[in-house]
């Protein structure tokens, strides 16, 4: 398997531009989770979905910031309007479902500058 | 609060010698600990897990991991570092009723020649 696939790997954006990051989970996972990593807060969880449905989106900073996943294969997160403090490296992970004893697998991250 | 803490921003040694990079951890119940690496530009790697069982848990690249109830801690270990060990290790804990991980801050580990 691929493990988990991002892209764009790096991406960089004027403030006030929309940002859309994508994720291939690994197949048969029936979990997705999008984290955020920056030197100041360190690795944050920003929402998971089991099933493809929303589980938990409190880690959401904002309203600029919506995710999706259409089907099982595929997931964005989306940033509108962006700015600067947006600027981080995301990551995508999957696992086979949401109990507590399954790891998680991440992607190699996409790295956002909002200038 | 539940959560998961590194004391270590940094810990040096040298190749050939034993390494310890020290998780501690708050929880109420079962723990369910994990240990995870990231090197330069690249994803987290998951290295080991403690579910259940014996305390001792081997993963991967030679490393282990201890569970201390009594102590709440759950270091990782390996007894003869490589400089391919240079890397960002981040422990991380589930508790039940939340699905996600809550990862420590990270300690880095650096291993001289």
């Known amino acids: 398997d691929a493990g988990v696939i991002q892209s764009p790997r790096h991406e960089v954006t004027e403030m006030g531009q929309e940002v859309t990051l994508r994720c291939k989970p690994i197949s048969g996972h029936n979990s997705l989770f999008w984290y955020r990593q920056t030197m100041m807060r360190g690795l944050e969880l920003l929402i998971y979905f089991n099933n493809n449905v929303p589980i938990d989106d409190s880690g959401m900073p904002e309203d600029r910031f919506s995710a999706k996943m259409p089907n099982a294969s595929f997931s964005t997160l989306k940033i509108q309007p962006s700015e600067p403090r947006d600027s981080a490296v995301y990551f995508c992970?999957?696992?086979?479902?949401?109990?507590?004893?399954?790891?998680?697998?991440f992607g190699p991250g996409t790295r956002l500058t909002v200038t | 609060a539940q959560s998961v803490a590194q004391p270590e921003d940094q810990v040096n040694v040298a190749e050939g010698n034993p390494l310890t990079v020290k998780c501690t951890y708050s929880?109420?119940?079962?723990?369910?600990l994990f240990w995870y690496v990231q090197y330069p530009n690249r994803g987290l790697q998951f290295l080991l897990k403690y579910i259940t069982g014996d305390n001792l848990v081997k993963g991967s690249y030679g490393f282990e991991a201890e569970f201390n109830k009594s102590q709440t801690s759950f270091h990782l270990k390996k007894p003869s570092a490589l400089v391919s060990d240079s890397a960002l290790y981040f422990c991380?804990?589930?508790?039940?009723?939340?699905?996600?991980?809550?990862f420590g801050s990270g300690t880095r580990l650096q291993v001289q020649p």
């Open positions: 929880v109420s119940g079962n723990p369910y």
């Open positions: 991380a804990v589930r508790y039940t009723g939340r699905r996600a991980l809550t």
């Open positions: 992970a999957s696992s086979l479902g949401v109990q507590e004893t399954y790891e998680q697998y």
